[in-house]
């Protein structure tokens, strides 16, 4: 398996797995950075690269391939990454599918009332679960960052409570796969795709939380 290092070309990394495209992304990180490579730029956009590097590492190979966690991490840089993916799920990505769905389902009333039924509870869950960690989960580690550690929170009260976001999604999925029975086509499949991509997603939005975030808090509370 590839392991990516700051000396490695970025269009590499990309053309490795398109979906680092999602990591760039949240990291602020945009297009047209020629044959530079990973650090240099990371460093021409603030990023930290190994904070970076943790991340798409973790990405390229799933929850098999874990990073080492250590202080060198930056915590902020995670809870920005998170934030930003936050944004996107909740202002585009379950928005977009909910469009298609209702495009894909058109002229299936009753099935296509109760599969919106199903998927808007979904994200009303995914924004519940996403809105604590915005609200309590974020501030508490940025103040813990700043030196006030607090005394009425701490992280293991997260990771004991966190749950995965996806497997609803994955239901979803499953269930259109194996009993709708109206029409199907391009728009239809293409619904099913984002799906796929987004709980897939979803589950490595988890993983950074579960396995990088989790244990680096754990870190610097001791």
Known sequence: MIQYGPHDKMCDLICEDHSMLFVLSRFGIPMGFGDRDIEEVCKCNDVDVKTFLAIVNM?????????KVDKALHP?????????SHDYFL???????????????????DVAVVVMRYFDEYVAEVRKHMDYE????????????QGDAGIDYHISIFRKQHSDIESRLTELRD????YYTGKTGNVFNAVLFDIFTCADDLR?????EDCLLVPLIELLEK
């Open 59 to 67: 990405g390229l190979h799933g929850e098999g391939t874990l990073p």
């Open 76 to 84: 902020e840089a995670i809870v920005k990454y998170l934030h930003n």
């Open 91 to 109: 202002d585009y990505r379950l928005p977009s599918i909910r469009a298609r769905l209702l495009e894909a389902m058109d002229g299936e009333k």
């Open 134 to 145: 915005e609200k309590v989960v974020f501030p508490y580690v940025r103040s813990l960052v």
């Open 175 to 178: 269930i259109l796969i194996k």
């Open 204 to 208: 490595q939005h988890n993983t950074v």
